[in-house]
C-alpha cells in the first residue's frame, strides 16, 4: 500500500506565491511519473504539470511561466513552485504518482487526498 500526502496550500493574495509538497510512503519499489492536478468547482480535473523520473517536465499553457514542478527521487517526493498567482488558480490541487510497488509486480496511479490553493484579495 502506498500514500501520497500534500500540504502547502493556502489563501495567497493575487501576484503571491505558495510550494506545494507531496511525499510518496509505504511499499515502494519505484515511482515514474509524478505530477499536480487542479479542479476547481464545476470544472473537471486538469493537469498542471507533470515531470518524469528523468526530470523532462511539462505544463499546462495556463501556467507556463508561473508555475515550476520539482521532484527529489531520494525523497519521494514532488514540489510545485507557484508564483504570479491569480485568482483564477484557485481550486483543489491533487498530486498524482505512477507507483510500483511489491518488487515492481504492480503499478498504481496514486493520488493525495488534495490541498485547497485559494487565490483572493
Known amino acids: 500500500q502506498v500514500q501520497l500526502v500534500e500540504s502547502g496550500g493556502g489563501l495567497v493574495q493575487p501576484g503571491g506565491s505558495l510550494r506545494l509538497s507531496c511525499a510518496a510512503s509505504g511499499s515502494i519499489f519505484s515511482i515514474g511519473v509524478m505530477g499536480w492536478y487542479r479542479q476547481a468547482p464545476g470544472n473537471k480535473r486538469e493537469l498542471v504539470a507533470g515531470i518524469t523520473t528523468g526530470g523532462s517536465t511539462n505544463y499546462a499553457d495556463s501556467v507556463k511561466g508561473r508555475f515550476t514542478i520539482s521532484r527529489d527521487n531520494a525523497k519521494n517526493t514532488v514540489y510545485l513552485q507557484m508564483s504570479s498567482l491569480k485568482p483564477e488558480d484557485t481550486a483543489v490541487y491533487y498530486c498524482?504518482?505512477?507507483?510500483?510497488?511489491?518488487?515492481?509486480?504492480?503499478?498504481?496511479?496514486?493520488w493525495g487526498q488534495g490541498t485547497q490553493v485559494t487565490v483572493s484579495s
Open positions: 498524482n504518482a505512477v507507483i510500483s510497488t511489491s518488487g515492481g509486480r504492480y503499478v498504481l496511479d496514486s
